[in-house]
């Protein structure tokens, strides 16, 4: 294997093999592929029939409904065409931090990612790629060519995780770059104000992007499963707190629950879809179960 | 800020503690770096800097902890400034209402002076002032009292019979200067007329109070005092049915005066007597009572008073109860080297007891050799034919036999024992001391001449006549003793050549008397001759036996328990009048109803049938209205109260009147808060 193929597990690709992920809602691409299009025209899945305007083109003129009422009506069609897929990586600090035995959190996001563009450009979608802390670190404009995943994987594995999360400031920023509706995946511990990732995200959807949000979190953030006196120490602040987590673990899990909840509810009711991933877990099957399930959803 | 046990400061290295436990004992700990710090507990939360900036915080509090327990140790308190303007005003003001302010002349009482003067001084004081007023007799306190309130306390103060005393006046000042009214700015004003008795209580206070001001306001009579007191009064004799009476009457005042005394008892008067006396002069005055009869008496009072008034009328009156038991009693023991010895003296004594007031009388004879195993306490008289050597181990039985009211007759013969002497002599039992021996004649000087056995047998006396009658200047002395009298003796019949025959003394209650001859030489030619009972009777005594119940106010009164009292001695509800005439309940101790508080002067008697009496008088020199002068006042008040915060205070700080403040009240507050502090830091922080 290439080292620049650190992060593409034959294993799981020939998993994903069977697997597609396409977009929930119309989104713009140049050439026919498996997604909805916006536009109308050159497909062959009828879509709906409106009056006739000077200046169409007769070849689209219904005869038949001509034929029987004397009116004049354009058939359309739905145009099935290639997705434009915005991959949000966060590669902050906080993703560097990897519980007892588990992979780093941006190892497993990094995995994803590969998966994902592997899959996605398997499809003849454009896949972009951006790395993300406070701002937006490294960016790989979208492409479609079989060739660009190698440019993906060499940037994924080039990558450390350094610096704050700034989600909002993100999103916002991606939001306002994208010059196509497209889906966006979001990789991220979402380590920020809530309200903040939540209006970036708003942004997105008002945009009429297809947002997928992967909620990647170590075993040891869900489950606090330490024992004797511990000093946590923020790895993106100075922020440190002496204590016996073992105490508090109950407390802490129920407050991580009513997060997790919350930004599921949001994300649920802006259509956005929320997958939680543990770390602790095989990728492939995460992963994998996510697909199915998304494709059981379309 | 100084240190009281500055030595307990060196505790204050103990702070090193902390810092070294803080150095060593860090505590084991994991770390972890962590994403999710805002889901622990978000109070916990907190940034290296700030955990270190704690650390250093309860290690300065540990340290503060230990520096603020030596300095608790040291008792640091402050010096005061006493000019401080911001301080509470508190006034003590003492009034002197004892009886002397009772004396009054043309310009009013002194009491109503006193009043007018401390009114205005009140009236001068500062509005929001803290008054607290002592009545200086009474010792009783008003405290806490607005100006109002305090010119009407002062218009209702009356009279007390008791001397006006400061000790109490001057420890609540004491006091509340160090405690209570610490931080207070304290005056003192005391008003009084300043006589002695004022001026030895000043004389007894050991160390000054310092407070901010001190005032006096000396109430003196505007012209000359004019006083008389009786200050002291006892029965001197019993005899015939008469009381002989000697008063004490002193001039207290400034002027010479003339007044006239007289004693008087329920029933009967004496004849009053004209005194005249100067300023300071003291006389004593013999009064006669005709009491009418020769029978014993039980307590009567009798009230020795000096007519008309002056300056003060409650000094002009002196009760004294007394009772008379005529006649000792008459349990003779003759001592001597053998009963030959003292055989004169026993028939003389068997031919007295056949007259009446002799009936009763008993008598015993006993060998110098068998006196150890006698009692002597069974008998009222003792006579010896000797000095032997066997009285020496005697000597304290004897003192005590006197002590409680016996009666010895010492003989002197050629055998005189000087060791037994020397033992006698030192116990002050012999009324002289026996010298050099002399071996040559002289005579008794003749009786008539000799006042003091007149007085002391009474010139009216059957007995007494028939010695004056008989010749005793035929009475030859060959050998006797050149006898030097004790200097509380009394020569009562000397020899012709100056030197003494009978002397006497007394000795507690009882006498001692010596006589300068043998039994069988020339007191034997007495004995054998017409006076032979005189002589006899003139050696056992014949006083009458008279207890005096007169007391000070000063003094605990005790009035002899009845025979029911007595038998009923655990019970406390005997009921009597105080002076007063108010009742109050008493108890029985040691044979005698006891008073602890008998309200002023005059009579305390019983309830039950027949009265006892008990008198109650002034205490001594309460009404001397000798006046001080001004320096002498202001002496004797500065035993009392120092005034001010000058320099000399700033140089002796070690006196224990100048007014620091304890600090120490502080510290333990600023260590309980530090302790609180520090339990909850280090719980906080896990350390």
């Known amino acids: 294997m290439k080292s620049s193929r650190k992060y593409l597990d034959p294993q799981l690709l020939s998993k994903l093999s069977n697997m597609e992920l396409v977009a929930k809602c119309a989104v713009e691409g140049f050439f026919s592929g498996q997604h909805p299009s916006p536009f109308h025209g050159f497909s062959v899945e009828y879509s709906e029939h409106r009056d006739y305007q000077p200046g169409d083109e007769l070849k689209y003129l219904d005869w038949k409904v001509f034929g029987r009422s004397d009116k004049l009506y354009i058939k359309q069609f739905q145009q099935e065409t290639n997705a434009t897929v915005y991959i949000l990586l966060d590669c902050s600090k906080s993703m560097s931090f990897a519980g007892e035995g588990n992979v780093t959190k941006m190892d497993y996001a990094s995995y994803l990612a590969a998966a994902l563009s592997y899959l996605m450009l398997g499809q003849s ?36 995780p350094a610096g704050r999360t700034n989600l909002a400031e993100v999103l916002h920023s991606v939001a306002e770059s994208t010059k196509r509706r497209g889906l966006v995946v979001l990789i991220s511990d979402l380590l920020d104000e809530q309200a903040d990732i939540y209006s970036g995200l708003a942004h997105l959807k008002y945009l009429k992007h297809d947002v997928i949000i992967l909620h990647t979190m170590d075993h040891q953030e869900l489950n606090l499963d330490y024992e004797g006196l511990v000093q946590f120490e923020d790895v993106e602040s100075d922020q440190m707190i002496r204590t016996f987590p073992h105490s508090l673990k109950e407390a802490y899990r129920s407050r991580v629950r009513e997060y997790l909840d919350d930004i599921e509810k949001t994300a649920g009711k802006s259509g956005i879809d929320y997958c939680l991933l543990d770390t602790s877990e095989p990728l492939d099957k995460a992963l994998i179960a996510y697909l199915a399930k998304r494709k059981r959803m379309m | 800020m100084s240190f009281t046990e500055w030595i307990f400061l060196f505790g204050a290295i103990g702070a090193a503690g902390p810092v070294l436990a803080h150095l060593l004992a860090r505590p084991k700990f994991q770390r972890v770096p962590f994403t999710m710090l805002q889901f622990l507990r978000s109070g916990q939360i907190e940034s290296r800097s700030r955990r270190r900036i704690k650390d250093i915080l309860i290690l300065l509090i540990r340290c503060l902890i230990v520096v603020l327990i030596a300095i608790m140790f040291a008792r640091p308190r402050m010096l005061l400034n006493a000019a401080s303007g911001n301080s509470q005003k508190v006034c003590y003001i003492g009034l002197d209402n004892s009886l002397s302010m009772s004396y009054t002349d043309g310009t009013g009482s002194l009491l109503e002076r006193m009043k007018e003067s401390v009114s205005d001084y009140i009236g001068s004081l500062d509005s929001d002032s803290v008054i607290n007023i002592c009545e200086l007799a009474t010792g009783q306190w008003i405290r806490g009292l607005t100006i109002d309130e305090s010119v009407h306390a002062v218009e209702r103060i009356n009279i007390s019979s008791y001397t006006a005393g400061f000790d109490d006046f001057v420890s609540v000042v004491r006091a509340d200067a160090k405690g209570k009214y610490s931080d207070a700015e304290i005056s003192v004003a005391v008003s009084s007329d300043f006589t002695s008795a004022v001026s030895q209580c000043f004389d007894k206070i050991s160390e000054p ?15 000359p005092a004019v006083n008389l007191a009786v200050t002291d009064a006892h029965v001197a004799s019993v005899r015939n049915g008469k009381l002989k009476i000697e008063a004490t009457v002193v001039n207290y005042g400034q002027a010479v005066q003339t007044r006239q005394l007289y004693a008087k008892t329920r029933a009967i008067k004496s004849k009053p007597l004209e005194v005249s006396l100067a300023a300071g002069q003291k006389q004593v005055v013999t009064l006669v009572l005709e009491s009418g009869s020769n029978e014993n008496m039980l307590i009567v009072p009798i009230e020795v008073e000096l007519v008309e008034g002056d300056g003060i009328e409650g000094d002009d009156k002196y009760y004294l109860a007394a009772s008379v038991n005529s006649g000792m009693g008459h349990n003779v023991l003759l001592a001597g080297n053998s009963y030959d010895e003292t055989f004169l003296l026993k028939t003389a004594f068997e031919t007295l007891s056949g007259m009446d007031m002799y009936e009763n009388a008993s008598l015993k004879q006993v060998d110098y050799n068998d006196l150890s195993g006698i009692d002597i306490g069974q008998y009222d008289i003792i006579m010896f034919s000797s000095i032997g050597k066997v009285l020496e181990g005697v000597a304290d039985d004897l003192e005590s036999f006197v002590q409680t009211g016996g009666r010895i007759v010492f003989f002197l013969t ?83 050549s100056g030197d003494g025959f009978v002397c006497s003394k007394e000795l507690g209650k009882g006498k001692t008397v010596i006589v300068n001859t043998s039994v069988d030489d020339s007191a034997g030619t007495l004995m054998k001759s017409n006076a ?152 906080t922080m896990k350390r």
């Open chain 1, 125 to 160: 979608d454009s896949v972009g790629l951006y790395m993300f802390a406070d701002r937006i670190v490294k960016q790989i404009p979208p492409h479609s060519k079989r060739k660009h995943l190698n440019a993906i994987l060499t940037t994924l594995q080039s990558s450390s």
């Open chain 2, 209 to 223: 109070v310092r407070v901010d001001s001190f005032e006096v306001f000396p109430i003196i009579p505007g012209v």
């Open chain 2, 414 to 496: 050629g055998e005189c024992d000087s060791t037994a002497v020397k033992a006698l002599w030192a116990k002050d039992i012999l009324p002289a001391l026996p010298g050099e021996r002399l071996s040559k004649s002289t005579h008794i000087q003749a009786f008539s001449t000799s006042s003091a056995v007149s007085s002391s047998i009474g010139s009216d006396d059957p007995i007494s006549q028939s010695l004056l009658n008989y010749e005793m200047d035929r009475v030859q002395v060959s050998d006797y003793y050149k006898l030097d009298c004790h200097s509380q003796g009394e020569c009562l019949w000397a020899l012709e």
């Open chain 2, 532 to 683: 032979c009972l005189a002589f006899c009777a003139f050696l056992l005594g014949n006083e009458a036996k008279v207890e005096e119940y007169s007391f000070r106010l000063d003094e605990r009164v005790r009035i002899p328990a009845s025979d029911m009292e007595l038998r009923n001695a655990d019970r406390t509800d005997f009921q009597v009048y105080n002076c007063d005439g108010q009742m109050s309940t008493v108890r029985v101790s040691d044979s005698f109803l006891v008073l602890n508080d008998v309200h002023g002067t005059g009579w305390v008697k019983t309830l039950t049938s027949p009265t006892r009496w008990a008198g109650v008088n002034l205490c001594a020199g309460e009404t001397d209205m000798t006046a001080l002068t001004m320096d002498q006042i202001e002496n004797a008040a500065g035993n009392a109260f120092v005034a001010g915060f000058d320099e000399k205070i700033q140089m002796d700080k070690s006196s224990a009147d100048f007014r620091y403040k304890p600090l120490w009240k502080y510290f333990a507050w600023v260590l309980v808060v530090l302790l609180l502090l520090e339990i909850t830091a280090a719980n």
